[in-house]
């Protein structure tokens, strides 16, 4: 059972369409999987068979940059938002994080937005990474003597040693604990 206060994110899936704020997405979930100890699973979504092949080479090398935490890598094939939330639900994810290309207005209407119809219709909680968040590049460690320069936190974009800051990592936990708490009630209620 879990206490009060206590978050356990055991699976976190990193929706990826290999674009710039996937990336950033990518980020995010992985620095969440290695602090939480969770089994990261990267999901791309392609729209026919045939592209498959490539996208799953694409995901190795993502796989390949998570060091000693858990991977699934998985290719769905349809309509990148309901195979996202789809895939959600059968490897009971506990938390989506995925990447928003900020669009709005009269681009928004007619391009959609994976992120929106996944946030709308997910069984867990979704971490959305905008297009302004820091993403942090991968570097050799500087020499001794220069200057380090500041990192930004990839969901708020303050100032932030740390690739999540503990202000954001608290407002997750929160959301997570407050999404079992309702859960846990819906079931009891459910089985009186």
Do not use: N, W
Not at 64 to 83: L, W
């Amino acid at each position: 059972m879990i206490g009060e206060g206590e978050v356990f994110l055991r699976e976190i899936l990193a929706a990826t369409d290999f674009s710039t704020q996937s990336h950033g997405a990518f980020e995010a979930a992985l620095a969440l999987a290695k602090h939480f100890g969770a089994r990261l699973h990267i999901v791309h979504v392609v729209s026919d068979v045939s592209k498959q092949e490539a996208a799953q080479a694409q995901l190795d090398s993502f796989a390949k940059k998570t060091g000693v935490i858990e991977v699934v890598r998985a290719v769905e094939v349809g309509h990148a938002a309901s195979e996202i939330v789809k895939y959600a639900g059968r490897k009971k994810i506990d938390l989506i994080v995925l990447g928003t290309h900020g669009r709005s207005g009269l681009a928004r209407v007619l391009m959609g937005s994976v992120a929106d119809a996944v946030v709308r219709t997910a069984p867990c909680q979704v971490l959305t990474i905008g297009p302004k968040a820091h993403v942090p590049e991968e570097t050799a460690a500087p020499p001794k003597t220069a200057p380090v320069s500041q990192s930004h936190c990839l969901v708020c974009a303050k100032p932030s040693q740390q690739t999540i800051c503990d202000t954001c990592k608290a407002h997750i936990q929160g959301e997570a604990l407050e999404r079992k708490r309702r859960d846990e009630q819906a079931g009891h209620r459910g089985l009186t």
